[in-house]
């Protein structure tokens, strides 16, 4: 079992910048692929950036491609999320999460550990 803490949240202009990370304990953290999710208010969880397990491979939603970018330090076990150019729209909590079982993955019944969530706020 791993368990996942987020850090790295907090209120920004449109426009601006966060960077949030996510440190891995537990079992050996390059054995599972991680994955970025948000939900705002009223909202399903959705999908932002996955990562493979060698970090050799990077995948994102539309809704932030070219603005945000997903990256892990196996030897440190953390995985970071750079968040570029935020809009409005990106507010939400952020949420880690890990899998053993696949390769990659895009919802969230594919991974099965989560951190508890770091809230980003942009305002405009």
């Known amino acids: 079992q791993v368990q996942l803490v987020e850090s790295g949240g907090g209120l920004v202009q449109a426009g601006g910048s966060l960077r949030l990370s996510c440190a891995a304990s537990g079992r050996t953290f390059s054995n599972y692929v991680v994955g970025w999710f948000r939900q705002a208010p009223g909202k399903e969880r959705e999908f932002v950036a996955t990562?493979?397990?060698?970090?050799?491979?990077?995948f994102y939603a539309d809704s932030v491609k070219g603005r945000f970018t997903i990256s892990r330090d196996n030897a440190r076990n953390t995985v970071y999320l750079q968040m570029n150019s935020l809009k409005p729209e990106d507010t939400a909590v952020y949420y880690c999460?890990?899998?053993?079982?696949?390769?990659?993955?895009?919802?969230?019944?594919?991974?099965?550990?989560w951190g508890q969530g770091t809230q980003v706020t942009v305002s405009s």
């Open positions: 990562i493979t397990r060698s970090g050799s491979s990077t």
């Open positions: 999460a890990a899998s053993s079982r696949v390769v990659v993955a895009f919802t969230p019944l594919h991974y099965d550990y």
